[in-house]
């Protein structure tokens, strides 16, 4: 036998850096991404998620046959739900009436309990699905409340595991890191191992209107008026989350949500990687930042999940359509030319 694995968590990491084409043409210099979505949970979570509670079980806050309580219905749920399965616990989720019920039959069908919560509430009402969540770590015997944003186990599987692998598989000529970022964990992690090797490093940070975090970066200030509702999915906040270290990033560029449900579409077409929304965002915001770029700079771009999560959204033309993402008139010379 060759290269078998014990269990699907060793799978986990070691994700392929492929050379993009066609979608950075006119770029200065190459452009690589890292296909997280090769992860076993189709997400770079898959990393984090593991990491968390390894820490968790060293530090003694799960005992076995625990639960582990979160609020999730996205790709941390997954990552922590296969990890679970592997190692005998339980999960319970709380996640909100606005998320598809796909999302939440998948993350059931990995053995998840999943308890939907009404959107529109305060996050301190307790019918909130951040209450709910604190509540049932207090209640349940045996639980540990995960807390992604303010773990900083998560920022350190990418310290060290994305960041050495980044490193390694460039051979340590990767001048530009491009992520977009969420709880802070990936864009921190990374950063902080690339420039302990190389203080040159760039780190840019890709964010969305409606969050506040380039304004915080660039001001210090919580600014609560940048705040509102928005399409992308899977970056941007509407807080600081600790995993934060601003010393190891360099730039944060917004990216409009139609820029990056396009960008996604194409790298589908052009490059046949079938990706999620936010890798879409990357790709636009690099191509926004394109001048300072020269030919001797080679660009690490992260892709953080699959096309699948997304099917009845980004890829699906009535929804891009209904929120003038798409045009009329190119959907109808589509089916003019399929017709
Ligand atoms: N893209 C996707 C699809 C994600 O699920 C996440 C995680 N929320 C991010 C980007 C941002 O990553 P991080 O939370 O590590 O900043």
């Known amino acids: 036998m060759h290269k078998v694995f014990d269990n699907i968590l060793q799978t986990i990491g070691d994700t392929p850096l492929v050379r993009l084409n066609r979608v950075v043409a006119g770029m200065p210099c190459p452009v690589y991404a890292k296909i997280e979505y090769g992860n076993p949970g189709n997400s770079i979570k898959d990393r984090m998620a593991l990491k968390m509670l ?30 679970a399965i592997i190692k005998g616990y339980k999960c319970i989720f709380t996640t909100t009436d606005k998320q598809s019920k796909e999302k939440i039959d998948i993350l059931k069908a990995m053995g998840a309990e999943v308890i939907v919560c009404p959107t529109n509430v305060e996050p301190e009402d307790p019918r ?26 998560n920022r350190l599987a990418h310290y060290e595991q994305t960041g050495p692998e980044i490193w390694n598989q460039t051979d ?49 200030e919580i600014d609560m008026k940048e705040v509102h509702p928005y399409i992308s999915e899977g970056f941007g906040e509407d807080f600081v989350p600790e995993n934060y270290d601003r010393n190891v990033i360099d730039h944060f560029e917004k990216v409009t949500d139609k820029d990056g ?25 690099l191509l926004q930042l394109k001048a300072q770029l020269s030919k001797d700079d080679l660009v690490v771009v992260i892709f953080h999940d699959h096309g699948s999560r997304y099917v009845g959204k980004i890829y699906n033309d009535e929804w891009m359509l209904e929120r003038g993402f798409l045009d009329v008139e190119t959907v109808k010379d589509l089916i003019g030319g399929l017709g």
């Open 128 to 153: 909130s699905y951040y209450s709910v969540s604190k509540r049932l770590a207090k209640e349940v015997p045996n639980s540990w409340y995960v807390n992604q944003y303010d773990n900083l186990a």
């Open 261 to 285: 449900a396009v960008m996604a579409r194409r790298i589908a077409k052009e490059e046949g990687i079938f990706v999620g929304y936010s890798a879409g965002s990357v790709i636009a915001g």
């Open 172 to 220: 340590g000529k990767v001048t530009h890191v491009v992520v977009a970022s969420g709880t802070g964990g990936t864009i921190t992690g990374i950063g902080q191992y690339l420039k302990e090797q190389n203080p040159n490093v760039k780190m840019w940070a890709i964010d969305t209107y409606g969050s506040l975090l380039k304004k915080w970066f660039d001001t210090g």
């Open 54 to 83: 390894e820490v968790a079980e060293q530090e003694g806050k799960i005992k076995p046959g625990g639960t582990i309580i979160e609020g999730t219905s996205g790709n941390t749920g997954m990552g922590l739900a296969i990890a």
